[in-house]
């Protein structure tokens, strides 16, 4: 697979920055990152991700409306799209899988568990 | 006086008592105005202290965030300084400096460790930040019912009393279940949904 060019998406400016830390470590150097769904579909338009970790609560435009969005769109109907959030009421992680999400991390992570998502989305 | 004329009195004077009792509920009612008002008042300086707390919490994460990234790049250099200094010692380099190497590798990788763990640590302030707009969003709707009482109520009796004017809400955002150590489904759960559904 081509290198990753992973797009951050969380309201938190402090999130953003502990998740692209992460990353970073973890090898993924190629991060860019936005401030909700709306901000982040300004994003790809011009970076063209291939690949998203998205939070839920966001203001503007929640995650579940963005991946909802994105996956309405022929060209990010195979994203890989990872949700890192708060939410872990299970009606929640169903509602997030049935809207297109990939897999599914809840706060706070592990620099591992981030790193192990990402490697099994990719197929390493 | 006639049994009717009787009756027409009694009746005038039941309604002349209920004419009284509900004007001395509506001056009850409107003695109300003022505890309510001020009530309503203290909502907005609340919310603000919440959002003080969030905002703070975030300067003093981000200050530290700061301090964390340096720490981890120092960090990084020092490692790769010392296997710089193992490389050029060469064949024949001392025993010594392979061991005073080895061990200060071992210790800067400890610290690199440490410093991310208190980088996962600082992801409490956005859970932390979450349970605030809660509570914030909790006292705004209190105040928004108290601000219905006070417009039911109509015109204070008390002339000090006064009417506060609804101040611009914040968008807030947030999980009302957010919490750094409890949560509703563990992250082994929620890998096996999700492995169940081929993912």
Known sequence: MAELKILAVDDSPTMRRIIINTLKRAGFNNVIEASDGKDALAKMKIERPNFVITDWNMPEMDGLTFITTIRAMEEYKQLPVLMVTT?????????????????????????????????????? | MSSSENIQTC?????????????????????LQRPLAESREKVPQATTQLDKISQQTEAVTTRMLDVVEQMTQREEEVIRGIEQIR?????????????????????????????????????????????????????????????????????????????????????????????????????????????????
């Open chain 2, 87 to 199: 490389t050029t010692a060469g064949d024949g380099s001392t025993e010594e400096i392979e061991h005073l190497a080895q061990g200060l590798i071992v210790k800067a990788t400890d610290n690199l460790n440490a410093a991310y763990q208190i980088m996962e640590s600082l992801q409490f302030q956005d859970i932390t930040a979450q349970q605030m707009d809660h509570a914030a969003s909790l006292l705004e709707e209190v105040e928004i019912k108290l601000h219905g009482i006070l417009t039911t109520l109509g015109s204070p009796e008390d002339p000090n009393a006064r009417m506060v004017p609804q101040v611009p809400r914040k968008t807030r955002a947030y999980d009302p279940h957010a919490d750094f150590v409890d949560r509703k489904t563990d992250q082994k759960d929620i890998d096996s949904i999700f492995a169940k559904k081929g993912h």
């Open chain 1, 87 to 124: 939410r872990s009421v299970q009606e929640d992680i169903v509602a997030a899988m049935k809207a297109g999400v990939n897999n599914y991390i809840v706060k706070p992570f592990t620099p591992d568990t981030l790193k192990a998502k990402i490697d099994q989305m990719v197929g390493k």
């Open chain 2, 11 to 31: 009746i005038q004077r039941e309604i002349a008592e209920l004419t009284e009792s509900i004007s001395g509920m509506m001056s009850s009612f409107r003695k």
